[in-house]
C-alpha cells in the first residue's frame, strides 16, 4: 500500500479503513481508544508494528462472520499457519478466553491475533471470559512488539452477547491492559455495535480531537 502521502490524496471513495479518522479517547495513559464503523480486514497502520484480532474458534480453521473475512483476505497462508498451531487438547488449538498470534499475510497489517470469546448462553461467567479474550489478546501484542491493534466486536456475532454489556466489559479490559500499546481501535461492522461501542466510550473516556 502506498504512502502516508499517496493516502492523503485519495477521494472519499477509498475503500480502507482510515486509521486516523473516527472517534477518538484516551484509554489509559498515552493509549488512545478509536472507533471505527467498517470491515476490519482493510484496517492497518504501518504493516510492521499493527495487527488485527480474529474472532475465531477453537479449531481455528476458519469459519463465518469476521473469521472468515479474514482468512479469505488473508488467504491460504493463514489457513496453513493455523493448522500448525499444536492442539493442546482433541481439535483445541486456541481455548476459549486465550490468544494465539500469526502473521497477517495478504492482509495489510503485520500480524493477526486469534482468540476465542465466549456464547453468552454457555455455562460459566461470560463477562470474565470476554474480559480474559481482551485482555490475553492485548498482553499478546504488546509481547509481540505490536503497537497497533484493531478488534472486532468479540462475541457479538453468532456468540450472542449483547452489544451494550460487550462494549462494556471490552473498553475496562482494555483499560487494564492496552498501558504499553499505542492505539487501540474498533472496527465495528454493522451500525447498532458501533453505537454500543459510541455511547460506552462517551460515557466512561474523555474524547481527544484529532
Ligand atoms: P463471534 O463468534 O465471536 O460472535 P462473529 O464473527 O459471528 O464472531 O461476530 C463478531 C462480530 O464481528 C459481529 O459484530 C459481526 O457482525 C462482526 N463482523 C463480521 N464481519 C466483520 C468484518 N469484516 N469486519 C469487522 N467486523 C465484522
Not at 500480524?111 to 470474565?128: C, F, L, N, R
Not at 454500543?196 to 480531537?209: F, G, H, I, N, V
Request: charged share 25%.
Amino acid at each position: 500500500h502506498g504512502s502516508e502521502a499517496e493516502k492523503e490524496s485519495d477521494d472519499e471513495e477509498e475503500e480502507e479503513v482510515e486509521s486516523r479518522v473516527g472517534e477518538w479517547f484516551r484509554l489509559s495513559g498515552t493509549c488512545s481508544l478509536v472507533l471505527h464503523r467498517g470491515d476490519i480486514t482493510k484496517w492497518y497502520k504501518d504493516g510492521k508494528t499493527d495487527a488485527v484480532v480474529n474472532a475465531a474458534n477453537e479449531r481455528m480453521l476458519g469459519g463465518g462472520g469476521v473469521d472468515g473475512a479474514i482468512h479469505r483476505a488473508a488467504g491460504k497462508g493463514l489457513f496453513d499457519a493455523c493448522f500448525k498451531v499444536p492442539e493442546v487438547s482433541r481439535g483445541v488449538r486456541c481455548p476459549v478466553g486465550s490468544a494465539v498470534i500469526t502473521p497477517g499475510f495478504n492482509l495489510p497489517v503485520s500480524q493477526v491475533i486469534h482468540t476465542v470469546g465466549p456464547m453468552y448462553y454457555s455455562e460459566g461467567d461470560p463477562a470474565s471470559v470476554l474480559a480474559k479474550a481482551y485482555k490475553n489478546s492485548a498482553s499478546l501484542a504488546v509481547k509481540s512488539g505490536v503497537k497497533y491493534i484493531a478488534f472486532p466486536a468479540i462475541s457479538c456475532g453468532v456468540y450472542g452477547y449483547p452489544y451494550d454489556e460487550a462494549a462494556e466489559v471490552s473498553i475496562k479490559a482494555l483499560q487494564d491492559s492496552a498501558g504499553q500499546l499505542s492505539e487501540v481501535h474498533f472496527v465495528l461492522f454493522e451500525a447498532d455495535t458501533y453505537s454500543a461501542w459510541l455511547a460506552e466510550a462517551e460515557e466512561k473516556l474523555e474524547r481527544l480531537s484529532t
